[in-house]
């Protein structure tokens, strides 16, 4: 039993993870339609901001007001990098074919991939203990603080970008082009403004996961997006792409799912039971768990 | 026409160019070129940059006492980003391009088995300075070692489990991408459980794995006296910091695999400290040759050398010492006196190459006290 509970927090840390990238991908194809295959490498680049931050910062010790700090300075810079990426590479295609950006998502992808290798350099990092980790025993189970802290952030996130959507002008406006671009810029919404909001969400989640995931796996390196990335993927197609709170269920299914077939079943399948479940997905319901034909989508 | 006449005009530059460089690559009579391939980047980086290193000193001490047969040694190293594919690559373009007569390469078995059927059938003599998987001298009689193998390894660690961590019931955590590892498990389960010990659960993962929760938290359900991990330094050192974070408090212990400077890196400070691992020589050795050696190194280099370094020093010297005695550079003549090598006095020991072309060498047994590696005991064959 103690070993079943260890397990579910395990899978829990790991799929709230999961669920923040997925977020990202998911708010992208609901306004543009495409599949921002890029997203991963904002994360990896969330990890090594946090890396350099802390670093000029001085931040060799647990401190959790820094912590604070690298994570802010984190989700701006990814942010911005989000923003110059859809600026660059998107926004001069906005009227060609929608295979035409996908493949444009997977070159910029690569480019991030490579680019991080001759900068940061190709060998994994250690990153720094900005946050005390304490260990303590429920019912058996020795849960790290760390676990807590990243499932509790996720949380905290995923309700903030609730309330924005639900609930702010910005909020409406992305919800309206979601649902209809075209009948959308007609009632006046400035659309560049709207897709501009969407890649600052987005990137600033990714990167909040590069941190959280760096705090609880401290090794990073320029390639450590592309799993993840690939997995929030499938996590965002097991919710019904373009829906919100699907893609926040389908990340902590798929966090869920893995650490169970590792502890339980064998480590070989780890990362072939998630593509297993994308193409069961996509031949039993296309539409993902909660994606409905006409469902508003976010 | 005038856009042809500026292809073609460039085509030329391009071509003349590529002779230019081509011809400054030719092979100068006045040197003997010795390959090299190592993980200079990658996740076992340190692993190359040691190795690349300690031949790099051999090279300048042979260079500084007039060289081998009148010329002097020019090493051409090649960096395969430490993965089996790139290594096939460099390789090829060492014996092919480069024309090199032998070739030092690489620490990573995995690696070093891709590397050494391309040298064989080029019959190029190769000699690995750490590889320590059985398997990698058995490709054929060019390929040599001057590091123990890992039978030997998982038996000192048998018995340095039972008679001095006074343990009999592990569990095991293996990395099954990885020959290096899977082998040493295989042999460390035999040996250890004809010892009278005990696996209580093995458990694997795949090299480059950033989360280890899940296993570790299996073998926490099973109590084990400790966990003997043969892997890489890059994984051991997340692989221990969630081990204490989930609350396993037994100690670790594992292979020369975790021997770099890398491996107590942040957390893992803590997380490793009194974990043990035996490996190729130890720094803390009084032997003269030993200390001379690191202090060479650290005039060089500004930092402490690791055993990979000192046994890329001892190949590179063992091959400089059979290509002298060879009297020239035929792949076959080198190969021969490769495998007469009988009691060379290299720095990591008295080095003997046997019958089936590897050394045999004492191990040691470091501990990790404080971030930094121990000597615990000398384990002989």
């Not at chain 2, 048998?158 to 569990?171: G, L």
Request: glycine share 8%.
């Amino acid at each position: 039993m103690s070993e079943f509970i260890q397990q579910l927090i395990n899978g829990l840390s790991l799929g709230s993870i999961y669920a923040l990238i997925a977020l990202g991908y998911t708010m992208v194809y609901g306004i543009l339609k495409f599949i921002n295959f890029a997203h991963g490498e904002i994360f990896m680049l969330g990890a090594f901001c946090g890396l350099y931050t802390a670093k000029a910062l001085g931040v060799d010790a647990p401190d959790i007001p820094m912590a604070l700090v690298i994570l802010l300075i984190t989700m701006i810079v990814t942010a911005v990098i989000g923003v110059t990426i859809e600026k660059l590479a998107y926004k001069p295609l906005r009227n060609s074919s929608k295979l035409t950006v996908l493949i444009t998502a997977i070159g910029v992808s690569l480019f991030l991939q490579y680019l991080g290798q001759l900068i940061f350099g190709a060998a994994p990092q250690s990153f720094p203990t900005i946050i005390e980790n304490v260990s303590f025993d429920i019912a058996g189970a020795t849960i790290g603080s760390n676990q807590i802290v990243v499932i509790i952030s996720a949380i905290l996130l995923m309700l903030a970008l609730r309330f924005i959507v639900m609930n702010t002008k910005m909020g409406t406006a992305i919800r309206a082009v979601s649902n209809n671009l075209t009948a959308a810029s007609l009632m006046g919404i400035n659309i560049n403004n709207v897709i501009s909001f969407t890649f600052i969400i987005g990137s600033s989640l990714a990167g909040a996961a590069g941190i959280l995931y760096s705090i609880n796996y401290p090794s990073i390196d320029p390639l450590m997006g592309l799993l993840p990335g690939l997995k929030a993927f499938i996590a965002a197609v097991l919710g019904g792409i373009g829906n919100f709170p699907g893609a926040a269920v389908g990340g902590i299914i798929i966090g869920l799912v893995e650490t169970f077939t590792v502890g339980y079943f064998s480590p070989t399948y780890r990362d072939a039971i998630a593509f297993a479940i994308l193409i069961i997905i996509l031949l039993v319901k296309p539409t993902g768990l909660f994606g409905k034909k006409d469902i508003e989508k976010v | 026409m005038n856009k042809f006449l500026k292809i073609s005009t460039l085509l030329c530059i391009i071509f003349s160019s590529a002779f230019i460089f081509n011809a400054c690559n030719k092979t100068n009579d006045n040197e003997i070129l010795i390959g090299e391939y190592a993980s200079l980047t990658g996740s076992e980086a340190t692993f190359g940059q040691s190795s690349h290193n300690g031949l790099e000193l051999a090279v300048e001490e042979i260079n500084s006492t007039g060289g081998i047969l009148g010329k002097q040694v020019k090493l051409i190293t090649e960096d395969n980003q430490g993965k089996p594919s790139e290594t096939q690559t460099v390789v090829q373009k060492l014996i092919n391009r480069d024309k090199v007569v032998a070739i030092i390469g690489e620490v990573a078995s995995s690696r070093s088995k891709a590397g050494a059927p391309i040298c064989q059938a080029a019959k190029i003599p190769m000699i690995t300075p750490a590889s320590t998987n059985p398997e990698v001298t058995t490709i054929g009689d060019y390929i040599f070692r001057v590091c123990f193998i890992d039978p030997f390894q998982a038996t000192v660690m048998s018995k340095f489990a039972i008679n001095s961590m006074k343990v009999t019931k592990v569990a095991l955590l293996v990395d099954q991408k990885n020959a290096y590892s899977t082998g040493l498990a295989d042999n460390f389960k035999q040996i250890f459980t004809g010892m009278g010990g005990e696996i209580l659960d093995e458990q694997k993962y795949s090299a480059g794995d950033k989360d280890f929760k899940a296993q570790l938290t299996s073998i926490k359900a099973k109590n084990p006296e400790a966990i003997f991990i043969p892997g890489y330094y890059t994984d051991v050192n997340l692989i221990s910091i969630q081990a204490r974070e989930i609350g396993l408090t037994c100690p670790l212990f594992g292979s020369d695999g975790w021997e770099s400077e890398k491996l107590t890196e942040g957390k893992a400070k803590d997380a490793l400290e009194g974990s043990f691992f035996s490996t190729h020589v130890s720094t803390d050795d009084p032997s003269p040759k030993i200390q001379e050696y690191i202090k060479k190194y650290k005039a060089k280099y500004n930092k402490e050398p690791d055993a990979m370094s000192f046994l890329a020093y001892d190949a590179g010297m063992i091959l400089f010492d059979a290509i002298k005695k060879a009297g020239n550079t035929e792949g076959v003549n080198i190969k021969n006196e490769l495998a007469k090598t009988k009691d060379y006095p290299g720095i990591t020991g008295v080095i003997t190459i046997n019958e089936d072309r590897n050394a045999i060498k004492p191990a040691v047994v470091l501990e990790v006290k404080d971030g930094k590696f121990v000597y615990k005991e000398t384990i002989a064959p």
